[in-house]
């Protein structure tokens, strides 16, 4: 994905404030009030993605804080931090063109003072499966960050992308399951026209990597075409376009309850999670669509059920 054109930009925009420290952040947090803040919280490498979540963000003329931080405490000894992405001038300019007010910009020091927390905000049985079989303690380091820059950035609402379907059930669990005040709003998963989702990790792929990994999007509209069939019929279908694709190793792709992340049995009608994780050459990448299964089903942007498990479990 090309982030807009910087140059010819005929207007000079007054760039956001940026701040570095807790000290500069509660200065600029505080000119803010007492307005509604809205956060966007990303690890940088900016496409049109994160751009996606802050135009909701700022609707209806809310500030936005924008949070850049690589957070080493959800990735694991051998993954990609150390090779992550790093674009720290081109996010200020996408976050100046999307008129965000506020970036925070911390090193690890500045979020952990004391080194490693102790005490973390743990995921729960929810944490342990998909993402966090593959990935183990990522999302007690996701939470434990997230509940960090919720309370420093004293937002009012936080936007999440679709795209991590999982991260955002659990986020939308620890704010209410630990009373976060804040409102969290969903955002569908922007695409390439191709299909293929937006990530800061795309820019890892080779051409022929990225034509393999179109195998995981066209997957998961093979599956949602097939929605009307019910779960089997979703599964197989999805499946055959990926067995077909040598070069993706699949990790795992479900069809699961949107709330309990538990396999949909057969008889299952209703929204569930169409997910897929691969790895295509040196890159791992995620994917999934919220699907409507059943007659009339397809598709969707985002789910309708909310976030608790305690009473949609099972009951469809
Ligand atoms: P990241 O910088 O990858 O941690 O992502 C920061 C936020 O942007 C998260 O809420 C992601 O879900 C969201 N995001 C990343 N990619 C996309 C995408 N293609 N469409 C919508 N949201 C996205």
């Not at 991590?164 to 969290?184: C, G, H, K, S, T």
């Not at 792709?253 to 040196?282: M, S």
């Amino acid at each position: 994905m090309t982030a807009p054109s910087t140059d010819a930009a005929p207007v000079p925009q007054a760039g956001p404030a940026v701040a570095r420290t807790r000290d500069e952040l509660r200065a600029a947090r505080r000119a803010l009030d007492p307005g509604h803040v809205a956060v966007v919280m990303t690890m940088g490498a900016l496409h049109e993605g994160h751009a996606e979540l802050i135009r909701r963000a700022r609707g209806g003329g809310r500030s936005v804080v924008v949070t850049i931080f690589l957070n080493p405490l959800q990735f694991g000894a051998g993954e990609d931090l150390s090779r992550y992405p790093r674009t720290v001038d081109d996010d200020l300019a996408l976050c100046a063109r999307e008129g965000v007010d506020l970036v925070f910009l911390p090193t690890p020091d500045v979020i952990y003072p004391g080194g490693d927390p102790g005490v973390r905000i743990g995921a729960g049985a929810l944490g342990a499966v998909l993402e966090g079989q593959s990935r183990p303690g990522h999302f007690d380091g996701v939470l434990t960050v997230v509940g960090k820059l919720l309370h420093l950035t004293r937002a009012d609402s936080a936007y999440y992308g679709q795209k991590d379907a999982q991260q955002l059930l659990l986020i939308r669990r620890m704010v209410q399951d630990l009373d976060f005040p804040v409102e969290v709003i969903p955002v569908p998963t922007v695409r390439e026209p191709d299909g293929l989702a937006l990530s800061s990790r795309n820019t890892y792929l080779t051409p022929s990597d990225r034509d393999a990994a179109l195998a995981l999007s066209r997957a998961l509209r093979a599956g949602a075409e097939a929605a009307a069939e019910g779960p089997s019929a979703i599964r197989r279908a999805a499946r055959a376009v990926l067995v077909r694709e040598p070069l993706v190793l699949v990790d795992y792709l479900v069809l699961v309850h949107p709330v309990t992340l538990e396999d949909v049995p057969e008889w299952y009608r209703g929204e569930a999670l169409l997910a897929v994780a691969g790895r295509v050459g040196t890159t791992r990448l995620i994917d999934n669509m919220p699907v409507a299964v059943g007659p009339g089903g397809g598709a969707r942007e985002v789910f309708s059920v909310p976030a608790r498990t305690t009473e949609t479990a099972g009951s469809e």
